[in-house]
């Protein structure tokens, strides 16, 4: 009679992983006495789980001599299925070990391409040093790419810029940074801290490719300012670096995050930034992750420690969601 033909028959009549303990430990010393004392259980607990086992699947797992313990071919054969057993066992208490832990295990991190390069070493950081556990996974993409990762299961927590407007979605607000204008090095507004919006009507402004959010922020912030709709220069650009690079070559200016200024606007001679009057334009930058996260804590408390870290950079640190 096989192993599966008895379970099929009665389904509640299942090996225990105490019996498969117990079978385990006599296979591996041929002792009764040494199998109890390595499982720490009586003798008689131990021969007990093993005929117990033996008439739950059936078949004679030992032969029981007066000075040692042998085991039957089929013994030898349910051996090692039983240690299989065991170790998934293990392993699977190992899992959830590790997920009842916080900060350990993965944590796939997707951050969009205007906020990647100048806030991710402030990240980086924060993990290295607060959390050595934490198997961080980064994914550069666009933010429709990160909320449908985010939807489905690919990716566990967001940092990009919001509102979102999305349900399903939470948000935890972390920094506010202002837009700065950039312009060629010659620009009459190259170096001025009191640019009033209104001038955005006029000027040759360069944007990201479509698909960008920054690209969509800062057509709001042109709108608000009574720019006409499709007045915006026909050049674009599918990264910062190369948007600046076309600002120095004197094709318009363009707005960029704080955030993002000492890094882009460093690398060319020809460049110049002008700060807008207050109330400046700016935008809201947050971690975003799935209402109801099993991780919803471990996610908070990520934040809040990533607000601390961010004091560094020219932003303005936002309170937590109330």
Not at 115 to 130: F, G, I, K, N, S
Not at 131 to 140: K, M, N, R, S
Not at 291 to 313: D, H, I, P, Q, V
């Amino acid at each position: 009679m096989t192993v599966n033909s008895v379970v099929g028959k009665g389904r509640a009549r299942q090996p225990s992983l105490a019996q498969l303990r117990a079978f385990a430990a006599v296979a591996e010393h041929l002792h009764f006495r040494d199998a109890a004392a390595g499982i720490g259980v009586s003798q008689p607990a131990l021969s007990g789980a093993i005929s117990a086992l033996e008439e739950t699947l059936g078949v004679q797992l030992v032969e029981r001599t007066t000075r040692k313990v042998l085991l039957s071919p089929a013994g030898v054969r349910l051996a090692a299925r039983a240690r299989t057993v065991l170790d998934a066992v293990g392993e699977l208490l190992e899992e959830a070990e590790a997920a009842r832990a916080p900060f350990t295990g993965v944590l796939r991190f997707g951050v969009i391409p205007t906020v990647a390069p100048y806030v991710l070493p402030t990240v980086l950081r924060l993990v290295h040093e607060r959390y050595p556990e934490l198997d961080l996974q980064v994914h550069e993409e666009r933010t429709a790419s990160l909320l449908g990762g985010l939807a489905h299961g690919r990716l566990d927590l967001l940092l990009l810029a919001v509102p979102l407007g999305m349900p399903g979605v939470t948000e935890l607000p972390l920094y506010d940074e202002d837009f700065v204008l950039v312009t060629p090095s010659d620009h009459r507004l190259g170096g001025r801290s009191d640019i009033p919006r209104r001038t955005l009507r006029e000027l040759d402004l360069l944007l990201l490719d479509e698909g960008h959010c920054l690209r969509d922020q800062a057509l709001d912030i042109c709108r608000e300012a009574g720019r006409e709709e499709g007045s915006s220069a026909t050049t674009s650009a599918a990264g910062l670096s190369t948007l600046v690079q076309l600002v120095a070559g004197g094709l318009g200016v363009t707005l960029l995050p704080r955030t993002a200024l000492l890094v882009e606007t460093g690398r060319s001679a020809r460049l110049a930034t002008g700060c807008f009057a207050d109330p400046a334009p700016s935008r809201r930058v947050a971690l975003a992750m799935r209402s109801g996260a099993a991780r919803k804590e471990e996610f908070e408390s990520f934040a809040e420690a990533l607000r601390g870290a961010l004091t560094a950079l020219p932003v303005r640190i936002a309170p937590p969601a109330a």
